[in-house]
Structure formats: C-alpha cells, structure tokens
C-alpha cells in the first residue's frame, strides 16, 4: 500500500449507530488530518494531529471523536450522527517540517446518515 | 478574516482553450498558495503552488498568477484539454503547515 489508505470507502449508518473511520498514511509523514467535503461546500478541517497529539479542533460536534495512536493511524468515531452529517470524509498527511506545506489525500469514505 | 473566495463556481472550456480560476484572500498571515485538483471518486491532489514573494509559477500548462498588493491569485491552465475535467480547489496556508483553507472549489468541463 502507498500513499494515504481510507476504509470503509462507503458506509451507511442509522442515527443511533456507532462506527469509525480508518486512515493509514504509508508516507512517514508527521501531520495527519481530517476533512469534511460536503457539495458546493469548501473543504472543512474538522481535526489536525501532530506526531499524534490534536493541535486542531474547528468546533467540531462532540458527537465525531477523533483519536490518533501512531503517526501513521487515524481514526474518526461516529456516534448518533445527524443527516446533516452525510458527506465526504477525507484524511490526509503531511510532512511539517519543510518548506512544502503539501497535504497528501486520501480517497475519502462516503458517508450516508440515515 | 479566514476566508478564500473562489470564482467561477463551473466553467466549461473548449479543447485547446484556456481556463482561468480565481481566488481572493484577505488574510496577509497566509504564506502558502496551493492549488488542488480532484478527480471523481479521488482525493484532492497537490496541482502547483506558490509563495507570496513570487508573481508567477509555471509548471508545464498550469500557470499560477500571484497578486500579492490586490491579494490575488489565479490559475491558468493552457491548451486545456478534456482529461483536465476536473475539480479545482485553491487554497491558503499558514501556521508552519498545519493550517490550510480551501475555496469552495470550480467544476472544470473541457469539451472535446
């Protein structure tokens, strides 16, 4: 695998469920993100992890709960979602400490709240 | 103010023409200006940036015009071509890396 791994691609979910999203970077990087892409919408940074500490957080509803091992792992944890919630989710990493402020993406999980 | 503001929202150009997209920011702390390209089903992906003390960038048809007094900057894509259909995102970064924001993105139709 190379580059920035995201599973599940899709995933349905009911309001009352729980569910988590993975990202794996294979890039040595020590930045990772969250992202939420919504239609017609700029790209939300929801979450910015720094050699596995948060820096970030925009105000994000609790009911999203990030959570970061290793500075190669990334998860968002889903609970009682609202519809309003259905959207792109994108990971991506980055290497801080140079001149190159470049974010590597994902492919994203396409998420349904039902 | 954190905000970049991103024109057209969809642009539709004949093969071999050019499409120009524009951004505008208000923010003087941003020191990095990328922009991304999004294919269906894909992540962004890192097109061509800039930094404020450079006017221009040109990397093989994509062109990045930097208008740091009027707090500016485009893209030129030349001799647009139908593989280069896509979503186009600028946007701004500072905070040594950490912090970037993303203009709400041009849907691009190069028709063949």
């Known amino acids: 695998e190379t580059g920035v791994t995201q599973t599940p691609r899709h995933l349905v979910m009911g309001m009352t469920n729980k569910k988590s999203l993975k990202c794996e970077q294979h890039l040595g990087h020590n930045a990772m993100y969250w992202y939420k892409q919504s239609a017609k919408k700029p790209l939300e940074l929801m979450f910015v992890y720094n050699f596995k500490e948060q820096t970030e957080n925009n105000s994000v509803p609790s009911r999203f709960s990030p959570e970061c091992p290793n500075s190669s792992h990334l998860f968002l944890h889903l609970h009682t979602l609202q519809p309003e919630d259905s959207a792109l989710y994108l990971c991506a990493s980055s290497q801080t400490d140079t001149s190159s402020y470049e974010q590597y993406f994902g492919p994203g999980t396409r998420l349904t709240v039902t | 103010q954190q905000q970049v503001k991103q024109s057209p929202q969809s642009l539709i150009v004949q093969k071999g023409g050019i499409s120009i997209i524009n951004c505008a920011y208000e923010n003087t702390a941003f020191d990095y200006f990328p922009w991304y390209q999004q294919f269906p089903g894909k992540g962004p992906a890192l097109l061509i940036a800039?930094?404020?003390d450079v006017s221009e960038k040109k990397e093989g048809r994509f062109t990045i015009s930097f208008n740091k007094s009027a707090k500016q900057f485009s893209l030129h894509i030349m001799d647009s071509q139908p593989g280069d259909s896509a979503t186009y995102f600028c946007?701004?970064?500072w905070g040594g890396g950490f912090k970037t924001i993303f203009g709400a993105g041009t849907r691009l139709f190069v028709k063949a």
């Open positions: 946007a701004a970064g």
């Open positions: 800039i930094r404020p």
